[in-house]
């Protein structure tokens, strides 16, 4: 797969999966529109980007926590590249004390990186990609797979993106528009570093080739590693009198 004149939206761009789509996107050609807090990593990334693979790489640091509209930051940086066909969210935003004791401050900054963030920049792109006959890629989380104790505030905005990819697949035909959901299980990254887990974690750049191979595929609902479908069947079929008394 090849697509020079075309443009990727990779935000979340600078570590973890996003840093490792933005690599996989290189390989392929695309010139990409990068997108994360640190302008200090973006710029870097973009740097080896452009030096490995020569391809248009443009950055824009942007706080997804406290930007009102980043959709609308993202469309105009946007202006003067290559039409846009690909966005990528691989955003999430994640707290160790995430119970049912938040605050209200701190459950609106988990609510604006995992679900306002995606919602307002899929929508305020809609016309680009739809223009180009384009995909929209999110990403879920086995977290979200059934309700629990811990995680409340990640995991509701996690299974709020399900219903978002319902409603764009709804709308739109494959051949306006394509929408990928993934649900994504361990990735060993630096947040899963030295972590006790309970099943393996996988390297980003191996659940990124996947997805970048599968961006021409149509729309689609699935887990990356596939194996945790049949784990979250299992969750999901598991008597509630039993599943409640699972701790984490």
Not at 61 to 83: F, H, K, Q, V
Request: proline share 5%.
């Amino acid at each position: 797969m090849s697509a020079p004149e075309t443009t990727a939206i990779v935000v979340g761009a600078s570590s973890g999966l996003g840093r490792a789509l933005a690599t996989a996107l290189a390989r392929e050609g695309y010139a990409q529109l990068l997108v994360a807090s640190d302008r200090r990593d973006l710029d870097a990334l973009g740097a080896s980007l452009d030096l490995e693979h020569g391809t248009t790489v443009r950055s824009l640091a942007l706080d997804l926590a406290r930007e009102a509209d980043p959709g609308a930051r993202i469309a105009s940086t946007l202006d003067g590249m290559p039409p846009a066909s690909v966005l990528l969210l691989p955003i999430g935003y994640s707290r160790d004390d995430d119970d049912l004791s938040l605050d209200a401050g701190a459950i609106g900054q988990l609510l604006a990186v995992n679900l306002h963030a995606p919602l307002a920049i899929a929508h305020a792109l809609l016309p680009r990609l739809v223009a180009t006959h384009g995909v929209v890629v999110l990403f879920g989380s086995v977290a979200a797979t059934r309700g629990r104790g811990r995680n409340v505030v990640y995991a509701g905005a996690k299974r709020a993106l399900v219903s978002l990819y319902e409603s764009l697949r709804q709308r739109y035909r494959n051949a306006e528009l394509r929408v990928q959901l993934y649900e994504l299980g361990f990735m060993a990254t630096n947040l899963t570093y030295g972590m006790k887990l309970p099943l393996p974690a996988v390297a980003p750049d191996v659940v990124a080739r996947t997805i970048v191979r599968r961006l021409r595929s149509g729309s689609s609902r699935r887990y990356l590693p596939r194996w945790w479908a049949l784990v979250a069947m299992l969750v999901r079929c598991m008597p509630w009198f039993v599943y409640r008394r699972m701790k984490g």
